[in-house]
């Protein structure tokens, strides 16, 4: 009779604790589907898409190269001054 009592509190404190264990991991399963779904939505609102980035990466690539046209122009016209610098101090430096 205490057998079958020990063996039935043992039971049922073991189904307690497995179902305890069994809703820990659902809720944590749910809270990770929830932050997941979440994260999608945020994703979707902050991130650049990637056809949007490509039109606007279309008209940087027009403005980069003009930029670089402007400083081989800007560099050129450094070049020659030093150049022309270059010639007065050895000029000067002959007399």
Do not use: Y
């Not at 205490?2 to 063996?7: G, R």
């Not at 930029?67 to 010639?87: A, H, I, S, W």
């Amino acid at each position: 009779m205490i057998d079958q009592a020990v063996f039935n509190w043992a039971v049922a404190l073991s189904g307690f604790l497995g179902g305890w264990v069994l809703k820990v991991i659902w809720d944590s399963i749910k809270d990770l589907q929830k932050s997941l779904a979440e994260m999608d939505v945020k994703m979707h609102r902050d991130f650049v898409q990637r056809s949007d980035f490509k039109d606007a990466m279309a008209g940087m690539h027009d403005e980069m190269l003009e930029l670089k046209v402007d400083m081989k122009d800007g560099f050129r016209e450094v070049k020659e001054m030093l150049t022309l610098l270059n010639g007065r101090i050895e000029s000067k430096a002959d007399k």
